[in-house]
């Protein structure tokens, strides 16, 4: 998969992967990417994991900023890096409000990681509405996103396919 | 005299898994649907061990952990911190361990069995 060629065809893209090859695929994409000015939305992983695990596979994060929500429901968030947002870990529609007010700054790309994170809140019927609302907010600028998404969540997923342009399904 | 765990994760299915598993092994289960209901709880029964997730609906666990006093706690989500993180939060009150979702039956029911 081309990615790069994907997104220049494509604004927003839904890649569906098996959970084994998740890693590999999340860690091929953000090095392509990585050149351009990413903006990196982690629903899984803390800014330090993410820091650490670029680090090791030598992936320059010079032009990435992570929006974070997750480290807050751990610990209080001090001395914050000017290249992250530490965003409301217990709240959907506090966090997405934010992420809209970020993707202002005209970001080249923007990795959302992973609705399949998302849709394990409560509030599932909410979600919809969210990445919905957040996609119109994507195409109002020319930040082309890449959404990922395990493809074993089977009543949700499907659904989603709906409101991007393209999903790609990757095999094992 | 079995020994109490409380499961504490906002999907039921993990929640009930976790507690056909440990019941299994002749743990009596708490069941408690976010951080808030744990706490609940706690002021009726005093559980031996707690399974926290992470990331959930509520206060955040890092306001619940601190109102829980004397009984030792294991995170046990998909949530991937850093070793640095991990070793942070390892020497603050009473998180005695992590457990990775998604986790392996057997090293769950060790990690249990060595900790509560």
């Known amino acids: 998969m081309d990615i790069i060629k994907e997104l220049s065809d494509n604004q927003t893209i839904l890649l569906l992967m098996p959970g084994i090859e998740y890693n590999k695929i999340v860690l091929e994409t953000i090095k392509t990417l990585s050149d351009k000015r990413v903006c990196y939305v982690t629903l899984n992983k803390t800014y330090g994991a993410l820091k650490e695990l670029f680090k090791k596979n030598k992936i320059k994060t010079d032009n990435i900023l992570f929006v974070d929500a997750i480290t807050r429901s751990l610990k209080e968030a001090k001395d914050i890096p000017k290249e992250c947002y530490f965003v409301s870990p217990t709240s959907i529609s506090d966090a997405f409000a934010a992420l809209h007010t970020i993707i202002q700054q005209e970001y080249d790309y923007l990795v959302f990681d992973s609705l399949t994170n998302l849709f394990s809140y409560k509030e599932t019927e909410g979600v919809e509405d969210l990445i919905f609302v957040l996609l119109n907010k994507i195409r109002e600028t020319k930040t082309k996103a890449v959404f990922y998404a395990l493809n074993e969540q089977e009543k949700f997923i499907p659904r989603c396919c709906m409101y991007v342009e393209k999903t790609i399904v990757i095999e094992k | ?116």
Request: glycine share 4%; charged share 35%; hydrophobic share 40%.
């Open chain 2, 1 to 116: 005299m079995p020994k109490t765990i409380m499961i504490v994760d906002d999907e039921a299915d993990i929640r009930e898994t976790i507690k056909t598993i440990l019941e299994r092994e002749g743990y009596n289960t708490i069941l408690a649907i976010d951080g808030d209901d744990c706490l609940k709880k706690l002021e009726t029964v005093k559980p031996n061990l707690i399974l926290l997730d992470i990331m959930m609906p509520g206060t955040p666990v890092r306001d619940i952990v601190k109102k829980i006093k004397g009984i030792k706690i294991v995170y046990c989500s998909a949530v991937r911190t850093s070793d640095a993180e991990r070793e942070q939060l390892l020497s603050n009150g009473n998180i005695i361990d992590f457990i990775q979702k998604p986790f392996d039956i057997n090293e769950l029911i060790k990690k249990v069995k060595k900790m509560a």
